[in-house]
């Protein structure tokens, strides 16, 4: 079982899997820093019995609520730039969220390996770029 990757893991439903969740570095963060922010990250769970982890795609959701955001958001770095990173300096893989709403997700999914679970728009309103789940899945699957 040592020898299952990520993926065939998680496809087996007769086993558990435990996953770590991080979120990547605030888009802009020099490469030096967003190794040591992984580094800590990767040393704070080398004691826990984890399978992997699961990096996730920070989005802005203005089709969710017409309230003002409390605080700014603010983009993060690249999800898979960051998962790769993680399994580089750790040695476990990760299973990288990644929302649909983006103009680039073809080219996001041409240049990306590894377990990937896509999230749909934040809400059916709004506009947003990039395909719906239904397209992003046929991407996936073909």
């Known amino acids: 079982m040592a020898d299952e990757s990520l993926h065939e893991r998680l496809a087996n439903p007769a086993r558990p899997v ?3 969740g ?3 570095p605030g888009e802009g963060t020099p490469p030096h820093k967003c190794s040591e922010i992984a580094n800590k990250f990767v040393s704070r769970s080398k004691m826990l019995a984890a399978d992997g982890y699961i990096v996730y795609d920070i989005q802005d959701e203005p089709g969710r ?3 003002d955001r409390p605080f700014p958001f603010r983009r993060v770095m690249d999800s898979s730039t960051h998962a790769a990173l993680l399994a ?3 040695g476990r893989e990760c299973l990288v969220y990644k929302c649909v709403a983006d103009p680039n997700f073809e080219s996001w999914l041409e240049n990306t390996n ?3 679970n896509l999230v749909g728009r ?3 309103g709004g506009k947003y770029e990039g395909p719906t789940i239904s397209e992003a899945m046929s991407m996936v699957e073909s």
Do not use: K, Q, W, Y
Request: proline share 6%; aromatic share 6%; net charge negative.
């Open 18 to 20: 435990f996953l770590l």
């Open 22 to 24: 991080d979120v990547p």
């Open 65 to 67: 609520t017409d309230e």
């Open 88 to 90: 580089n300096l750790s």
């Open 114 to 116: 590894g377990a990937i």
């Open 122 to 124: 934040a809400s059916s």
